[in-house]
């Protein structure tokens, strides 16, 4: 659920022009699930990888609720 957020997350961006952004979400995904997979060698590649999504998740809330709205 959290990877599919940023997916939607992404096309909010760009549709406020944050390109750099959309980008970001569209990979963090990525690391969000290698560390969801890792975690069978590692104990602490579950809670990195959650971490750093849930961390995102904070970050591009923030962004958009202090962006102006689109026109």
């Known amino acids: 659920m ?11 961006l760009v549709g406020r022009d944050f390109h750099g952004w ?12 290698a560390g969801f997979t890792a975690s069978a060698g590692s104990v602490l590649a579950f809670p990195a990888g959650a971490g750093l999504g849930l961390l995102w998740l904070a970050a ?4 958009l609720a202090t962006a102006p709205a689109p026109r």
């Not at 959290?2 to 909010?12: E, I, N, S, Y």
């Not at 591009?60 to 962004?63: F, K, L, P, Y």
């Open 60 to 63: 591009v809330t923030a962004r």
């Open 2 to 12: 959290l990877c599919a957020a940023f997916v939607v997350l992404a096309r909010a």
């Open 22 to 33: 959309a980008v970001a979400s569209r990979l963090v995904p990525v690391a969000v699930l």
